[in-house]
Structure formats: structure tokens, C-alpha cells
């Protein structure tokens, strides 16, 4: 009678302490985890200056769990005539991932590609003349790019625009 319990006895002891760690793990979490990614992925300039710092602070972040991983621009330039349009495709991987984590990807999807483009314009504020027309260009093909295909079977892979 003893051997009949022991194993199904042994096999829950083991279990109970990963089911907790679990629910410790996913409680670890801040609850204004959604707030917080939201603050960070809006069209403004302080949206944009307020999630470079945390970039440069990720481990002040870190109860978080964000995925700040990037491809940068994946397959495309990532300063495109010397346009340095790098941090702003940076920002805008940092939305896609944590967004699709999240699982509310296409109801955000629209707001981050707005955002990125809202980043690049403002690198081209930074030119004048034919340049700026270049670089406003250049944007403008950018977020069209993202708006198109940024969700496509092609970039769920290892990258994501």
C-alpha cells in the first residue's frame, strides 16, 4: 500500500515548487507594466527621451521583463544616406516585441508605426534644404514599409521591423 502513494507523492513534491516559482515569477511583474510600455511608445518627443534613458538604464528596468533586444532597421540601411534613423527603428522593435509578448500586438500596431515615423520626422528636423526633403523622404518610405509589411510572415521570424 505504501509504494501505491509514494510515487504519485514524490512526483507532486517536485511539482509544488515549480508552481510556485511560477506564480512568484509572473507576480514579480510589475502591475504597471502595460502603463509603462504605453508611456514609452507614444509619437511624442518625451515619450521618445523617456524610453532612451530607460534603454540606457535597462537594469533599473529589469523587475519589468521588457525585451529591448533589436535587429535595428532588419534588412534595411540603418542610417539610409547617412540619415541616422537607428535609435528610432530601435524604439520601434522595442514596441513590436513587448507588444506581441503582451498579446494586444494588433490593436497597438498602428500607435507604434505612427511613433516611428514621428521619430524619424524628428531626426530630418534636424536638416534643411534638399536634405531635409531627402530625409523626409526616406522617412515617409520607412513608415510606409512598416505600415505595409511590418507584421508579415516574412518578419515574424527572427526579426521584426
Known amino acids: 500500500m505504501r509504494r501505491r502513494y509514494t510515487a504519485p507523492l514524490a512526483a507532486l513534491a517536485l511539482a509544488l ?10 507576480s514579480a511583474v510589475p502591475a504597471d507594466k502595460s502603463q509603462v510600455l504605453s508611456s514609452w511608445t507614444q509619437t511624442s518627443a518625451s515619450s521618445y527621451d523617456a524610453w532612451s534613458a530607460a534603454r540606457q538604464n535597462q537594469a533599473a528596468w529589469s523587475a519589468y521583463a ?8 532588419t534588412t534595411s ?19 513590436y516585441r513587448n507588444y506581441k509578448a503582451a498579446g494586444t500586438f494588433e490593436a497597438d500596431k498602428s ?3 505612427s511613433a516611428f515615423y514621428a521619430d524619424l520626422k524628428r531626426v530630418c528636423a534636424s536638416y534643411s534644404g534638399a536634405s531635409r526633403s531627402a530625409c523626409d523622404a526616406t522617412a515617409w518610405t520607412y513608415y510606409q514599409a512598416v505600415s505595409a509589411f511590418g507584421n508579415s510572415a516574412a518578419v515574424d521570424g527572427a526579426a521584426v521591423a
Do not use: Q
Open 66 to 73: 521588457f525585451d529591448w533586444s533589436t535587429d535595428y532597421c
Open 111 to 113: 500607435r507604434l508605426d
Open 17 to 26: 515548487p515549480a508552481l510556485f516559482l511560477s506564480a512568484a515569477d509572473a
Open 77 to 95: 540601411p540603418d542610417n539610409p544616406f547617412g540619415f541616422p534613423f537607428k535609435n528610432a527603428c530601435a524604439r520601434h522593435d522595442f514596441g
